[in-house]
């Protein structure tokens, strides 16, 4: 079982940064993919940002030159720096892991979401 922790989401001002983290725990083997997804209202989730088991990096073109994914391997974690936010960044955040476990099998995970709002 692979369980992923999400935290750091919040209320922002317009211009304002968060960084939100992702931190998996349990019988993991190695990572493969990590990527942040959000849902606004009323809006199809879309993927934010990825990154690959050997750190290239993907990003949607609305949040290209203020996002920033990482990744530490040591720690089975990842984060997302957003800077800049804008109202329409206003969603909840999702990661997702996809991986191997020990015992052979893929994992593909979710975490529980966490509410970022950027607003005045």
């Known amino acids: 079982q692979v369980q992923l922790v999400e935290s750091g989401g919040g209320l922002v001002q317009p211009g304002g940064s968060l960084r939100l983290s992702c931190a998996a725990s349990?019988?993991?083997?190695?990572?493969?993919?990590t990527a942040w997804y959000r849902r606004a209202p009323g809006k199809e989730r879309e993927l934010v940002a990825v990154?690959?088991?050997?750190?290239?990096?993907t990003y949607a073109d609305s949040v290209k030159g203020r996002f920033a994914i990482s990744r530490d391997n040591t720690k089975n974690a990842a984060s997302l720096q957003m800077n800049s936010l804008k109202p329409e960044d206003t969603a909840v955040y999702y990661c997702n892991v996809e991986g191997l476990e020990y015992s052979g099998g893929t994992f593909a995970n979710w975490g529980q979401g966490t509410q970022v709002t950027v607003s005045s």
């Open positions: 990154v690959s088991s050997g750190g290239a990096t």
């Open positions: 349990g019988s993991i083997f190695r990572i493969k993919r």
